[in-house]
């Protein structure tokens, strides 16, 4: 007995150290996964058309169309304090603004068009009114385009359920240019591709629009989680301002939109300081994030530490007895 004492309490504290890091990487690198690219379905063109709909009921989301948040809409700027040049004129507003929409560019939307024909054009076409194979784009403005680009979701490897999450095919700036392509084809438009100023915004409020309008999705630490219908809210950890900003606006998938009634432009920039600064960037003083998973991996290692510590004082009682 005494053998098998000695064997196990160096055995054990091994074998619990090893649990705990082979956890916490697990955990690290499986939190945002999406479907895999074997589960088929055609319902990515709904993901497409929510994109330019009205927001969705209240049972789908804490915000409404009826129900705003709560908070007043950011104040119309006095025409006499409106600088008479922007800095830069790609944008409709002044600079100081938190958020501003960047104009369609002629030249972009030139070199947009040889990128679009040369990969989006065989599913939604030539000119981007879709086919059988992918819905119509033409409309949906160049935020909701630049998004699903930049992200890598588009171009599909393969058609499924939902876009895996993969490594973008075009650079930030290629993306832009296929947006105002597809932006350029039509005189009315949804939301542009935003430029989110964080100067002035208040993480706290951030923290209070995530916790209400996005946790129950994305999860508190926005590591994502999976959803009805087999659909999976993604990770916030890789998503840049920019691309918080036209998720926010644009609804991407199952997701709903928040208009500027519903989420001021004060309030987006709040929201965008917490997911790009705390979310991204958190404060672990208690030391191991384990994941960021909350109370399942804390469980986890506290079993394995807990039955590992009970079985070595179990024996160590039963060696002293004998």
């Keep these: 007995m005494n053998s098998i004492?000695?064997?196990?309490?160096?055995?054990?504290?091994?074998?619990?150290?090893?649990?705990?890091?082979l956890f916490e990487f697990l955990s690290q690198s499986s939190a945002p996964q999406a479907l895999s690219s074997g589960t088929t379905n055609t319902s990515l063109t709904a993901s497409y058309i929510h994109s330019n709909a009205t927001p969705i009921a209240p049972g789908i989301s804490p915000v409404s169309s009826k129900s705003p948040i709560g908070v007043k809409t950011a104040p119309t700027i006095p025409p006499s304090k409106v600088k008479a040049k922007a800095a830069n004129k790609n944008l409709v507003s002044h600079t100081s603004?938190?958020?501003?929409?960047?104009?369609?560019?002629?030249?972009?939307?030139?070199?947009?068009?040889?990128?679009?024909?040369?990969?989006?054009?065989?599913?939604?076409?030539?000119?981007?009114?879709?086919t059988s194979r992918a819905p119509n784009l033409v409309g949906l403005g160049a935020g909701t385009v630049d998004l699903w680009v930049s992200s890598g979701w588009m171009p599909l490897e393969n058609l499924t359920m939902q876009p895996a999450i993969?490594?973008?095919?075009?650079?930030a700036k290629q993306a832009q240019e296929i947006a105002d392509f597809v932006a350029?084809?039509?005189?009315?438009?949804?939301?542009?591709?935003?430029?989110?100023?964080?100067?002035?915004a208040n993480v706290q409020s951030g923290l209070s629009l995530f916790a209400l309008n996005c946790a129950a999705?994305?999860?508190?630490?926005?590591?994502?989680?999976?959803l009805a219908s087999g659909y999976f809210a993604p990770t916030l950890h890789l998503a840049t301002k920019t691309q918080v900003a036209e998720a926010v606006r644009t609804g991407p998938g199952n997701m709903p939109r928040f208009s500027p009634k519903q989420l001021s432009n004060k309030q987006l920039a709040d929201l965008v300081s917490y997911v790009t600064g705390y979310i991204q960037h958190p404060v672990n003083r208690g030391g191991l994030a384990l994941g960021g998973i909350g109370p399942v991996a804390e469980g986890f290692i506290a079993?394995?530490?807990?039955?590992?510590?009970?079985?070595?004082?179990?024996?160590?009682?039963?060696?002293?007895?004998?």
């Design 5 to 21: 004492t000695r064997k196990l309490s160096k055995i054990l504290p091994i074998i619990l150290v090893a649990g705990v890091v």
């Design 303 to 322: 079993l394995l530490v807990g039955v590992g510590g009970l079985m070595l004082v179990a024996f160590w009682i039963g060696d002293h007895r004998r």
């Design 97 to 130: 603004s938190p958020i501003t929409y960047e104009k369609i560019r002629k030249s972009y939307a030139a070199a947009g068009r040889v990128l679009f024909e040369a990969t989006c054009a065989s599913c939604h076409g030539s000119n981007a009114f879709g």
């Design 184 to 200: 350029s084809l039509s005189k009315v438009n949804g939301p542009g591709i935003p430029q989110v100023n964080l100067r002035d």
């Design 217 to 226: 999705c994305h999860t508190i630490t926005g590591s994502g989680d999976a």
């Design 166 to 171: 993969k490594p973008p095919k075009y650079t």
